[in-house]
């Protein structure tokens, strides 16, 4: 839930989705061999 | 002669201060440029903070198909009302911004253990064509 809470707060600021996605990942750079199959927002 | 001496020395000095305005001048253009250019890397989307950069690790996936759901066609279930209002706001979230959620990730091994494509599929299985939503207990528990 702590990446739901973080977009919406992101989201909120007025960052653009593929900025978010960037912070997101940047975040959980740790975790990043989890992650789901999701594609990056297009440019 | 004490005179000549005079002026030389003031002379240097005047040429030392020159010389400490210039570096101060060059420092100053320095730290400014630096800063554009951070800003102007933050403005692009990428990890250029962290000096990584994903995006390519996800460019093979295809994003799914993610519709927003209407709030008013909830039927909030009880592992959603019992866990609290911020709980809740995050679903809200979820059903009204699958354009967004879709390409964000989860990062709880569900891509593997549940086929999950994207962190919005922790919150919401299914969008009808009417709108309503079948909501997902991944995320709260």
């Known amino acids: 839930m702590a990446v739901t809470r973080a977009v919406i707060a992101m989201n ?7 900025q978010i996605r960037a912070a997101i990942d940047a975040k959980y750079a740790n975790l990043i061999d989890q992650a789901t ?3 990056y927002p297009p440019a | 002669m ?6 030389r020395m003031v002379r240097g000095m005047q040429k030392r201060r020159v010389l400490v305005l210039l570096l101060a001048a060059a ?9 554009a250019v951070r800003h102007d890397g933050n403005n692009q989307g990428s990890s250029a ?4 950069d994903f995006s390519a690790r996800f460019a093979q996936y295809k994003a799914a198909p993610e519709p927003n759901g209407e709030l008013a066609k909830v039927i909030w279930p009880s592992y959603v009302t019992d866990a609290g209002p911020e709980v809740k706001r995050l679903y809200e979230f979820q059903v009204t911004h699958g354009d967004l959620m879709r390409y964000m990730p989860c990062f709880c091994g569900c891509g593997n253990f549940a086929h999950h494509r994207s962190n919005r599929d922790c919150y919401v ?11 997902d207990p991944m995320a709260p528990t």
């Open chain 1, 12 to 18: 909120k600021q007025g960052m653009a989705p593929r």
């Open chain 2, 125 to 135: 299985k299914e969008v009808r064509p009417d709108g309503s939503v079948v909501l």
């Open chain 2, 27 to 35: 420092l100053i253009a320095a730290a400014v440029i630096g800063v």
């Open chain 2, 2 to 7: 004490q005179s000549r001496q005079g002026t």
């Open chain 2, 49 to 52: 903070e962290t000096g990584r």
């Open chain 1, 37 to 39: 199959p999701t594609p």
